[in-house]
């Protein structure tokens, strides 16, 4: 293991580029690694632990964005820089591993013949799936190395075959079915948006392998299409499948504004005054200078009027003929 804290910083360096040229690198990498463990060294001298993986982190962040020549073989040293530090630092958090993926991801995506960055790509995912504590994840890791060991092969003995599809490439085809969606509903057309909605529901469901950013991402996605979907639902009359997919967004967000807006409009429609109330108000007391939430509490409240006044007029007629 390379221990860092309180280490002379030419020796720590020296003895990084060991671990790398040991596991990984060739002299092609040698230039934007050094820049690389120069910057690791200045950042992390008196860090242990987790503040080390921050650190970490960040740092392959801040070079990835900076970085001219951001290119495949620049997100192919990122991942391994991170491989390495992950396995000599001995860290139990994943978060290295999958901000790998992420890289090797885009690696591959650039060139997705690339060798170095595939093989690391199923090194990856083989330490990923031997951690037994979420067995839906292992199975996943341990499915992505196979898929990505036959690709391997299969490129290695002249065929013509496709990249295997990540997590990654699947939230970012959520993000384009997403945006065909908004394109439809600016439209008018609430069927098509819906569609691209429900398709891009289908691509970010049940990710695994993201970084910790892409993946609150995707859940935020999740979120923002569940909404999307009651509206379009609401536009097409179907008020009552609007107030479920609202149920969904409020069980993981109970604050979410837009959400107990939507749902309270849908329940207005469905003559669901109480619970209409209920979620306006809610919705009122979080965003309190919200004039669209009051109207729609105006467009309750009269509607909750004319339907005790339509009802007390049943009930006299009925009493009337009795």
């Known amino acids: 293991m390379v221990s860092v804290k309180g280490a002379n910083k030419e020796e720590t360096k020296d003895k990084l580029i060991q671990q790398f040229e040991q596991v990984l690198l060739k002299s092609e990498y040698s230039e934007p690694f050094n820049q690389l463990i120069d910057q690791l060294v200045d950042s992390i001298q008196n860090l242990v632990g987790d503040k080390l993986v921050d650190s970490l982190i960040k740092l ?3 070079f990835n964005q900076n970085s001219k020549d951001e290119n495949d073989k620049v997100y192919y040293i990122l991942a391994a820089f991170l491989f ?3 396995k000599e630092l001995k860290v139990k958090d994943q978060t290295c ?3 790998a993926i992420t890289l090797l991801d885009k690696s591959t995506t650039v060139n997705p013949k690339y060798m170095d960055a595939l093989n690391l790509l199923v090194a990856v995912y083989d330490i990923l799936s031997q951690d037994s504590s979420n067995s839906n994840k ?5 499915s992505k190395k196979s898929e990505f060991t036959n690709y391997i092969k299969s490129l290695q003995n002249g065929e ?4 295997p599809k990540t997590s990654l490439s699947k939230y970012e085809k959520s993000l384009y079915e997403k945006e065909k969606g908004t394109e ?3 439209k008018g057309d609430w069927k098509q948006a819906m569609y691209h909605y429900h398709c891009a529901r289908n691509y970010v469901i049940g990710l695994f392998g993201l970084d910790p950013t892409n993946e609150a991402n995707a859940k935020q996605l999740n979120i923002v299409l569940l909404n999307n979907l009651a509206l379009c639902n609401t536009k097409l009359g179907k008020n009552e499948r609007a107030v479920q997919l609202l149920d969904q967004v409020l069980k993981e967000e109970p604050n979410n504004v837009k959400a107990l807006f939507r749902r309270g409009k849908a329940q207005t429609l469905l003559k669901c005054y109480g619970a209409a109330q209920d979620d306006l108000e809610a919705a009122l007391r979080i965003s ?3 004039k669209e939430i009051a109207r729609e509490l105006k467009v309750l409240e009269i509607a909750s009027k004319s339907y005790r006044a339509n009802e007390a007029k049943v009930y006299a007629k009925m009493f009337e003929d009795s």
């Open 97 to 99: 591993l999958e901000l």
């Open 160 to 163: 013509d075959v496709k990249l």
């Open 138 to 142: 292992q199975m996943y890791f341990t």
């Open 84 to 86: 390495v530090m992950n």
């Open 288 to 290: 309190p200078d919200d």
């Open 184 to 186: 439809f509903f600016k």
């Open 60 to 62: 392959v962040n801040a």
